[in-house]
C-alpha cells in the first residue's frame, strides 16, 4: 500500500526478531504433528465394523487430539 518503505519494513523485522519464537514454533509443529497423527493411526488401527464404526472413531481421534 506504500505505507511502509522496504527499508522500514526490513528494520522492523530484524529490529523485533528473537531467536526463540522461532525455535518454539519448530518444536510445537513436531509435538502436535506426532500427536495428531500418532492418535488418529492409533484410532484407526484399532477400528472394526463399518462405516459407522470408523465415523466413531475418527470423532474419538479428532476429541483426543484436541485433549492432547
Known amino acids: 500500500a506504500g505505507v511502509v518503505t522496504s ?3 526490513v528494520y522492523g523485522i530484524q529490529f ?3 531467536p526463540y ?3 518454539y514454533a519448530l518444536e510445537k509443529t513436531v509435538v502436535f504433528a506426532f ?3 500418532s492418535v ?3 484410532q484407526g488401527y ?3 465394523g463399518g462405516a459407522l464404526e470408523v465415523g466413531i ?3 474419538r481421534a479428532v476429541v483426543w487430539s484436541i485433549v492432547l
Do not use: G, K
Open 7 to 9: 527499508y522500514e519494513y
Open 16 to 18: 523485533a526478531f528473537t
Open 21 to 23: 519464537y522461532v525455535q
Open 35 to 37: 500427536v495428531i497423527s
Open 40 to 42: 488418529s493411526a492409533y
Open 46 to 48: 484399532f477400528t472394526e
Open 57 to 59: 472413531s475418527s470423532t
